[in-house]
């Protein structure tokens, strides 16, 4: 039975997908098998693993119930995933009936054997995609830049969380923030981890150990549709997102 992540924040620009793509690709390097599903209507998750999104199935076609997800899952040469479109970003006034916000958790039902985990990237927003990646996820993480204005919109996630967890998915947990772009030798850097670290206290949970770097290599590497750990293994920032992935498992999430 697969283990369920849930990467999200509401802010935009982030690094919410490259986190999404690094911690499914170091577990895939760790051995698991990964399946990552694309709820952003951008579909930038998608893209960084070279999936085809015009003329094949979505995550909208499984979600809509068009068809099952074994047949929306894509092999790419990297990663398994169940892709976006732009075509998602309707699903709010489409998607209307009762239980709407447990679409997602009984689409993938029939799929979790298959997976050691499901790793799924949400959209900067508190939508029903969301809130559907929040109903059937058992891990959060919440990737944050260190700067005062991604602070701001946490204790909202948060709240949203907390009423999922309350009537939707009482199993859910926020495993931790991650600190992205961070640049330790920078004084607002640290002062804003402190902040994030009292912050994360309130919100019962942690900032993680483990920091993300700064690097356009990363970048580089999803704009080129590669296997980051491949691209550039000794790159000190691909070394903080492994660094990250080994921080989970010795949770054990």
Known sequence: MAKTICVTNQKGGVGKTTTSNALGLGLTEK???????DLDPQGNLSFSVGAETEESNTIYDVLSGGVPANEAIQKTKIIDILP????????????????????LKEALESIEDQYDYIIIDTPPSLNILTINSFAYAEIIVIPMLADIFSL??????????????????????????????????????????????LVAKQLHTSVFDTYIK?????????????????????????????????ELLSRGV
């Open 152 to 197: 701001q919109g946490i204790t909202q996630l948060y709240e949203t969380i907390d009423r999922v967890k309350k009537y939707c998915n009482p199993g859910i947990k926020i495993e931790g923030i991650l600190l992205t772009r961070y640049n330790h030798r920078a004084i607002l850097s640290s002062e804003i981890k402190g902040t994030a670290e």
């Open 84 to 103: 976006s479109n732009i075509v998602l970003s309707g699903v709010d006034l489409e998607f209307t009936q009762t239980g709407r916000e447990f679409l």
């Open 31 to 37: 051995g698991f098998k990964v399946l990552l599903v």
């Open 214 to 246: 700064t690097s356009i290599v990363i970048q580089e590497a999803q704009t080129k549709q590669e296997n980051l750990y491949k691209y550039a293994r000794e790159n000190p920032a691909v070394k903080c997102y492994m660094n990250f992935v080994e």
